[in-house]
């Protein structure tokens, strides 16, 4: 059986990979936007995940961390001739004007800066606990923010960054996207995601056990935070300029809605519930512009796609708290007769 | 720095936190009760204007019944959004309280603007309220006197209201434990429906002060006052009243004073409130005047 | 069972949504083939922190439209899509005008940082844009595909330090500045060099304070004004935080002269601002006292025609510019190719616009006069045109 679904595993990415290479030759410029999206809001989902879903501390930090990867990554892949005429009201410090990488490195820096900006956050703030937590990451988030804002020699300000050369690629977006779900799941997987288990459903009860709870749950803040960090660094490589207006609450909030809607504590809610939330929000833009039933004319309403997903929120918070998974995984079983009867027996 | 400077800062400084202040009281019941961070505080703070705004344009209300048709209004929609959004999870997860009020925050902003538009309008101001008095060379608004005063008037109602009443009892018992005051005879829907009523009234009363001091008016406008006074009721000591004022009034007081005496951390002025918030937090979390409670296990 | 049906559902969903985005594209495709009209995109903020402005400038672009409805005999259609005051959203939103509608040539964004991010999928995908607003000299920087018919923060800071200097004569002057709007940073910065420049003194600055968008207490830093009795206050910003900027330091008792940028033309600054804005001056592209061509007239009764009375502002102004503009370079290229339009556009040269005669230089610049007006008896009133050297 073991073998069979390996089998499985495998086909299903070869054909996926077919599937992006296809995507890459033959989609337009807007689908493969979207399509980039996809795997970026997967990477961020899965790194806010972490954290609310598994490991059950409730972090708003995510934009901030976000604008970590995306400035680390931007400020190591512009050339030097763009830095110079960008920084036109005060020049970039050395020696970050003349240093140019390629983007792979880049993006691992931006990664590591991030987790490390994040374990030092985390020190501090993951004594506190659930409410207190989550106002206290998010205004880390906006003290962040306001680092970028006011260190006009490093990061430009609000003037922000234009020209960060377009390394994103359907390639590096899913490439990623893929590396993020199988180093998540076995993460999810080992002793380790266990004891973050744990946690979630009883601290007291997981400290009695032995787990070293402070470890656990930076480790896991720190692991978000580079994810996070990678997922902006991808975002700021994708459109190719920065500023700090991005990165404020309302992206932590388009996040925190992919995750709730797929399941907190379901990596592959997550995954599907970033796919379509970022083509629904492309998609309804129908409901924006103006429309014409028979003879009735509707005149477009700006702003209504946040409400409805404002709405979609409240109704499955409310009435469908699990999201579209709960807490439940893919697995090759649903697709067998006896792997359902296993399932049930097995899931809740 | 002169005399007469210093003098002109900490009025200015005494003027923002009484307003923070006012708005803190509001936010501390709720906190009080339900534990819960009302993320829609800030925007019920928001209608409260708007309401205020339409009454006045469009049904040409004398700007007092504007007012209390606004303080009504807020109430109502302030227990609605308790009945309709946090009362079913009561028995949920804390996690998914906390992501309903921040659902709640986006839905009421986003409608808004779609219902009023993004662009800013102006907040009446009646000229009663923006007399400027001199006072050798230190300038205020009639309303820096106003502001404390409401704040004060409505400490004291409260506090009579919490410790002096029978309903103030049932919501002391409330606060302390759900299950033992429901034992004891206390329905506690009805109390949670109070303290949001009085919450969002609070609010009101808030939002309407806000918009005489700062006459402009969007639907993001609550958000900022929102996590301030959260922060400020935190650091006051959480559910406790008059810790929310004082609370109110360091953190109005700390920021004017970091941008009067360290020019150059202008820029890191929202910043300090959150640090502010963190530092609380880490060191005492209970906040000044809050008593220390063990840990429930 | 119930998982089972879940997953069905959702995957339904997304096949829906996958086949609705295919169906429109097939559409699009079919009506550039018969080509009955010409598509022209617009890509603007209608909701998030610049709304304001985002509406303000596609009222002038539909107004525009409905004047002049057709070029080179076929129509043209307007395409817009909301921004969201968000970048990846401007992005999105340029690449769907692109690929899915098919466009011509856009239009927007107002917000400098919008124009960035929307600015690079244009170029990559070889469609010009024609900016109205964004001042930001970075905007049209390396990117031959992005115009403009406003002109730029270095030329508007420039106007206001020689205003203050040589109409005012000010000696001294103070910034206020808005830390997280690139506008007013850049704006700042280019008052504050030529101000010094002009003063030849380097102390003529006497104090540089800031806030941040969304600030509504601006006391603490206007106290410190306050002492230093500055000739001029120079406090560029969104026309909100700036009233209420103004009308605290009045209540302060500071009787300085505020100075501005266009953005304080919005009818809203003298809602807000009420007696205390009276006799700020700020500069700005178009004025309805001094029209500058006859089209300017020509904008302004239409605009009073099809907004009840409204007093018109810049903004509306530059998007019915732009949208000139734009239809004049489609008539020049005598096509709808993308490619061929960029040419034309980079010809344009004394084109009469609303906001004055337009020549776009080789960085894509609009090369044109600024207007100088102060706020009086509550209403905008004209001061003076200052021409670009």
């Not at chain 3, 999105?92 to 927007?108: P, W």
């Not at chain 3, 910003?237 to 330091?249: D, F, M, P, V, W």
């Not at chain 3, 616009?353 to 509550?378: F, H, P, Q, R």
Request: aromatic share 12%; proline share 3%.
């Amino acid at each position: 059986m073991a073998d069979r679904k390996k089998f499985y595993t495998g086909i299903s990415l070869l054909l996926f990979i077919l599937f992006i290479y296809w995507a890459d030759s033959s989609w337009d410029g807007y689908k493969l936007r979207i399509f980039n999206l996809c795997g970026i809001y997967i990477i961020l989902a899965l790194s806010l995940n972490l954290v609310n879903g598994f490991t059950g501390l409730f972090s708003l930090g995510t934009a901030g961390f976000m604008a970590v990867g995306a400035y680390t990554s931007a400020l190591l892949t512009m050339s030097p001739q763009m830095k110079e005429m960008t920084f036109f009201l005060k020049p970039l410090i050395w020696p970050l004007n003349q240093i140019q990488i390629p983007f792979f490195p880049a993006l691992i820096i931006a990664g590591i800066l991030s987790g490390l900006v994040g374990f030092l956050i985390g020190f501090p703030v993951l004594r506190l606990r659930g409410d207190y937590l989550a106002i206290a990451t998010l205004g880390f988030g906006e003290i962040l923010r306001v680092i970028i804002i006011n260190a006009q020699g490093l990061t430009n300000g609000a003037l922000g960054l234009k020209g960060i050369p377009k390394y994103t690629t359907v390639w590096w977006s899913w490439g990623l996207a893929l590396l993020t779900i199988f180093l998540m799941v076995n993460i999810v997987k080992s002793s380790y995601g266990r004891a973050l288990k744990a946690i979630r459903e009883d601290e007291i009860a997981a400290q009695a056990m032995g787990i070293n709870l402070f470890y656990h749950k930076i480790t896991a803040f720190t692991l978000s935070a580079f994810f996070a960090g990678i997922g902006g660094a991808l975002l700021g490589n994708l459109i190719t300029t920065v500023d700090p207006t991005m990165f404020v609450f309302q992206l932590t909030f388009q996040i925190l809605l992919i995750v709730v809607l797929g399941g907190m504590g379901s990596i592959t809610g997550s995954v599907i519930a970033a796919v379509v939330v970022t083509i629904l929000m492309e998609a309804l833009r129908a409901v924006e512009s103006p429309m014409t039933i028979g003879s009735l004319y509707i005149p477009g309403i700006p702003g209504m796609r946040m409400v409805i997903f404002s709405v979609l929120l409240m109704v499955v918070i409310l009435f469908y708290r699990q999201g579209f998974m709960g807490q439940r995984e893919f697995a090759w079983e649903w697709f067998s007769r006896k792997g359902r009867r296993h399932e049930q027996s097995a899931g809740s | 720095m002169t005399f007469q400077l210093f003098l002109q800062h900490l009025v200015n400084g005494i003027s923002l936190g009484s307003l923070y202040a006012l708005i803190a009281i509001g936010y501390t019941m709720v906190y009080g009760i339900l534990r819960l961070i009302n993320f829609a505080h800030g925007d019920i703070i928001m209608l409260a204007t708007y309401i205020v705004f339409f009454g006045i344009l469009i049904f040409s209300l004398p700007w007092w019944l504007a007012f209390i048709i606004s303080i009504i209004l807020t109430t109502i929609i302030g227990v609605t959004v308790e009945r309709a959004a946090y009362r079913p999870l009561r028995n949920a997860p804390r996690i998914s309280i906390l992501i309903s009020a921040i659902g709640v925050s986006f839905l009421i902003e986003n409608l808004s603007l779609v219902i009023f538009g993004g662009r800013a309008k102006s907040f009446y101001q009646p000229h009663i309220f923006t007399k400027i008095i001199n006072f050798g060379g230190v300038s205020l608004m009639s309303l820096t006197f106003i502001i404390p005063v409401t704040a004060g008037i409505l400490l004291y109602c409260l506090t009579y209201l919490v410790n002096h009443t029978k309903t103030g009892m049932a919501m002391r018992a409330t606060a302390r434990d759900f299950e033992t005051a429901r034992l004891m005879g206390i329905d506690i829907n009805a109390i949670i429906s109070l303290t949001f009523a009085i919450g969002s009234a609070l609010a009101a009363v808030g939002g309407i002060m806000w918009g005489l001091r700062y006459p402009q008016i969007h639907p993001f406008i609550g958000i900022m006052p929102g996590l301030k006074c959260f922060i400020a009721a935190v650091v006051g000591g959480i559910g406790n009243i008059p810790g929310a004022m004082l609370g109110g009034f360091i953190l109005g007081l700390g920021e004017i004073m970091l941008v009067a005496l360290l020019p150059t951390l202008t820029g890191y002025r929202d910043a300090f409130a959150f640090i502010l918030l963190i530092i609380i937090l880490l060191v005492r979390p209970t906040g000044i005047l809050g008593e220390k409670i063990a840990e429930k296990v | 069972m119930f998982k089972r049906f879940s997953l069905i559902a959702m995957a339904v969903v997304l096949m829906a949504a996958l086949a609705l985005a295919g169906c429109g594209q097939k559409e699009a495709q079919k009506t550039t083939e018969e080509s009955d009209v010409i598509k022209i995109g617009v890509y603007e903020p209608m909701t998030g922190a610049s709304a304001a402005g985002g509406q303000m400038t596609v009222e002038g672009i539909e107004l525009a439209n409905e004047m002049y409805p057709e070029v080179l005999g076929k129509k043209i259609q307007l395409v817009i899509v909301d921004n969201k005051t968000d970048k990846t959203e401007a992005a999105n939103a340029v690449a769907r005008l692109i690929e899915k509608d098919k466009v011509s040539v856009i239009i927007g964004s107002y917000g400098s940082s919008l124009s960035m991010s929307g600015g690079q999928v244009a170029k990559d995908a070889g469609v010009p844009v024609v900016g109205c607003s964004p001042t930001n000299p970075l905007v049209t920087l390396d990117n031959d595909y992005y115009f403009r018919v406003c002109f730029i923060d270095p030329f508007q800071g420039k106007v206001m330090a020689k205003y203050a200097y040589e109409t005012l004569k000010a000696k001294t002057a103070a910034i206020i500045m808005d830390i997280s709007n690139d506008y007013s940073v850049g704006l700042s910065n280019f008052f504050k060099k030529a101000f010094i420049e002009y003063t030849g003194d380097e102390k003529s600055i006497v104090a540089e304070m800031n806030y941040k968008t969304g600030d509504q207490d601006f006391t603490a830093q206007l106290t410190t004004i306050k002492e230093l009795k500055p000739d001029v206050v120079f406090a560029p910003g969104n026309y909100g935080e700036s009233a209420l900027l103004i009308k605290q330091a009045r209540e302060l008792g500071i009787d300085s002269k505020f100075l501005g940028g266009d953005t304080w033309e919005a009818p809203e600054f003298i809602e807000i601002g009420g007696d205390a804005v009276e006799g700020v001056a700020f500069s700005t592209h178009y004025t309805e006292e001094a029209p500058v061509t006859e089209v300017s007239e020509e904008f302004l009764n239409a605009y009073k025609n099809k907004y009840g009375g409204k007093e018109a502002n810049a903004f509306a102004a530059l998007g019915f510019d732009a949208y000139l503009v734009a239809r004049d370079a489609i008539e020049r290229a005598g096509s709808a190719d993308p490619k061929a339009i960029r040419d034309a556009l980079s010809q344009t040269k004394d084109f009469k616009g609303a906001t004055g005669i337009i020549t776009l230089d080789e960085n894509g610049d609009a090369n044109k006069s600024a207007v100088i007006k102060k706020v009086e008896g509550g209403k905008f009133v004209f001061v003076s045109v200052v021409e670009p050297e």
